[in-house]
């Protein structure tokens, strides 16, 4: 088949994929200059995690997404203030926490007494687990994330002998924090988010794009936020020159393409 034989949105598909890679090139190397590596991948990190925690064989691939959530907000442990931390950096960065639902949930189980750590399990994101280049949502509002921590911290300490202790303002510091990591992100990738990626994609890309670099040995469960200096001067390094893959969808007819391809 041609190029002027194939349809227009399997063109879309392969201006949306090569603008993608494109972005990733560009904002390693941005990273790169700045002194930043790119080459640990997020899934060893992923997987350093998991294996660091004795968490055993992943049955849900998706559930790294949620791993991952433990690693950028540098929650590196299972603890109940730790699955608290990734569930709020899950509202900034992937839009939803835990099962996507948890106040209403959390308030269903609490008469139940179940530990609230067994409803982490079964998220589902990026459901048909592809490249996901449309128009993201916007992330939800600070106050969202404060009502979800009160309803998790209530929830949990009806089962625990050491109470979570942590107050208003380590919250929405913390979710400020995945907000820029948010828009670090974005900036570098086109727009796209980190909840339209597919999980292989999230093992590919570099930990460097999460705002983090590895640190220590190399079995050692130990990271760094990179300086926000640091993701700054990526940032500016790269405006203007990443293109955004969801503009493709507004095109209809193949000379726009082409011109916004160009």
């Known amino acids: 088949?041609?190029?002027?034989?194939?349809?227009?949105?399997?063109?879309?598909?392969?201006?949306?994929?090569?603008?993608?890679?494109?972005?990733?090139?560009?904002?390693?190397?941005?990273?790169?200059?700045?002194?930043?590596?790119?080459?640990?991948?997020?899934?060893?990190?992923?997987?350093?995690?998991?294996?660091?925690?004795?968490?055993?064989?992943?049955?849900?691939?998706?559930?790294?997404?949620?791993?991952?959530?433990?690693i950028a907000g540098l929650g590196l442990s299972g603890s109940h203030k730790h699955e608290l931390m990734a569930a709020i950096y899950e509202i900034a960065l992937l839009r939803e926490p835990f099962d996507g639902n948890i106040v209403h949930t959390l308030g269903q189980q609490r008469p139940t007494h179940i530990n609230p750590l067994n409803m982490i399990s079964g998220r589902r994101f990026n459901l048909n687990n592809h490249q996901d280049f449309e128009k993201p949502a916007p992330p939800e509002e600070s106050s969202k994330a404060l009502t979800m921590a009160h309803a998790y911290i209530e929830a949990a300490n009806g089962h625990l002998q050491n109470k979570i202790e942590v107050t208003d303002q380590e919250i929405l510091q913390t979710y400020e924090e995945a907000l820029q990591i948010e828009r670090f992100f974005r900036a570098i990738m086109g727009e796209r988010c980190v909840y339209q990626l597919s999980s292989n994609e999230l093992s590919d890309l570099p930990l460097a794009f999460f705002g983090l670099i590895k640190t220590g040995e190399p079995q050692e469960l130990s990271f760094e936020k990179i300086p926000p200096e640091t993701r700054t001067a990526i940032i500016n390094d790269l405006q203007g020159r990443q293109q955004i893959p969801y503009q493709i969808e507004n095109v209809k007819t193949e000379a726009e393409l082409a011109a916004l391809t160009q």
């Open 1 to 70: 088949m041609n190029e002027t034989a194939k349809p227009l949105y399997v063109l879309k598909i392969e201006a949306q994929l090569a603008f993608n890679e494109s972005n990733i090139e560009r904002a390693k190397m941005a990273c790169t200059r700045r002194g930043i590596d790119t080459h640990y991948p997020s899934g060893e990190a992923i997987d350093l995690f998991i294996q660091s925690n004795h968490f055993g064989e992943m049955s849900d691939d998706r559930a790294k997404f949620h791993e991952m959530m433990h």
